[in-house]
């Protein structure tokens, strides 16, 4: 049973930082990505940033490429999104998850199987 909790939401004032996490356990698999996204009501899911199990470079969206880093801890159990100069637009609910890979694009939601339950951020301005 795999399992992705995430963490390290909150309320920030705009230019501000949050580093999120996401503990992982149980089995992934040996080849798949972990990814970060977000999403505000009646939008669509939002890929942000993933990384490959095998060691690629990461993936970050365009939108988010200079404020945010997509990192992992060395046993590969804990995911990170440092978030740098929010602004308040980036106000949604982050969302862990894991999965592929697979034929659907990277940041696309079709490709992961696991999802954490979400953690809230809020930029204040």
């Known amino acids: 049973q795999v399992q992705l909790v995430e963490s390290g939401g909150g309320s920030v004032q705009a230019g501000g930082s949050l580093r999120l996490s996401c503990a992982a356990s149980?089995?992934?698999?040996?080849?798949?990505?972990m990814a970060w996204f977000r999403q505000t009501p009646g939008k669509e899911r939002e890929g942000l940033a993933a990384?490959?199990?095998?060691?690629?470079?990461?993936y970050t969206a365009d939108s988010v490429k200079d404020r945010f880093t997509i990192s992992q801890d060395a046993g590969k159990s804990t995911l990170y999104l440092q978030m740098n100069n929010l602004k308040p637009e980036d106000t949604a609910m982050y969302y862990c998850?894991?999965?592929?890979?697979?034929?659907?694009?990277?940041?696309?939601?079709?490709?992961?199987?696991?999802w954490g339950q979400g953690t809230q951020v809020t930029v204040s301005s």
């Open positions: 990384i490959y199990s095998g060691g690629r470079k990461p």
């Open positions: 998850a894991a999965g592929g890979p697979s034929r659907w694009a990277v940041l696309n939601p079709k490709n992961y199987n696991y």
């Open positions: 149980g089995d992934i698999g040996t080849s798949y990505f």
